[in-house]
T-cell receptor, first 115, second 113 residues
Framework: GAGVSQSPSNKVTEKGKDVELRCDPI?????LYWYRQSLGQGLEFLIY????????KSGLPSDRFSAERTGGSVSTLTIQRTQQEDSAVYLC?????????????FGSGTRLTVV | AQTVTQSQPEMSVQEAETVTLSCTYD???????LFWYKQPPSRQMILVIR??????QNATENRFSVNFQKAAKSFSLKISDSQLGDTAMYFC??????????FGQGTRLTINP
């Protein structure tokens, strides 16, 4: 597609429920990233996919968080047993190779609110 | 480890004025890339300008320019003739080698009419 697409745009869920956030990267971009942005804060790296390599999960805050990328394209970030501290904007980005020259292209994010 | 620091949480200027946003960073690498991203209320991060560390010439993009001081590890963004549409959060970011893009905490810039 023309840009990085994320859905849903907003999600309100009850504490303890599971949620799935979707990211559709730019066609041809081999790398895909998930970041979390808490209210008024910077971006916190969560997970990174590059081609067929094993994902870099070093940023996932707990084992309640997981992500997969099917067919080298669409990615789903899953948060199990959501907690109030999970409330944040979840941003997805993609890039050609490592994004060293051109940076990343971001989606508009999913705002998750846990009540 | 690489770190990026933005020491100005908020800034406010009048329309048409020039404003400079500060950013310092730390890295052990000699080759890396620096970026400024803009995040308007729509939440989408928009790439404003980028700088390759091995290039001494400061990058410019229309009204946006940077002052890259490699020895001081400083990378400031200057916005000339500021416009109301420049109101946004601005993030400084760094990437090197096999690492991920690392962001500063952001500066909230408000352009007043």
């Amino acid at each position: 597609g023309a840009g990085v697409s994320q859905s849903p745009s907003n999600k309100v869920t009850e504490k303890g429920k599971d949620v799935e956030l979707r990211c559709d990267p730019i066609s041809g971009h081999t790398a895909l990233y998930w970041y979390r942005q808490s209210l008024g804060q910077g971006l916190e790296f969560l997970i990174y996919f590059q081609g067929n390599s094993a994902p870099d999960k070093s940023g996932l805050p707990s084992d309640r968080f997981s992500a997969e990328r099917t067919g080298g394209s669409v990615s789903t970030l899953t948060i199990q047993r959501t907690q109030q501290e999970d409330s944040a904007v979840y941003l997805c980005a993609s890039s050609l190779d490592r994004g060293l020259r051109d940076g990343y292209t971001f989606g508009s994010g999913t705002r998750l609110t846990v009540v | 480890a690489q770190t990026v620091t933005q020491s100005q949480p908020e800034m406010s200027v009048q329309e048409a004025e020039t404003v400079t946003l500060s950013c310092t960073y730390d890295t052990s690498e000699s080759n890396y890339y620096l970026f400024w991203y803009k995040q308007p209320p729509s939440r989408q991060m928009i790439l404003v300008i980028r700088q390759e560390a091995y290039k001494q010439q400061n990058a410019t993009e229309n009204r946006f320019s940077v002052n890259f001081q490699k020895a001081a590890k400083s990378f400031s963004l200057k916005i000339s003739d500021s416009q109301l549409g420049d109101t946004a959060m601005y993030f400084c970011a760094l990437i090197q080698g096999a690492q991920k893009l690392v962001f500063g905490q952001g500066t909230r810039l408000t352009i007043n009419p």
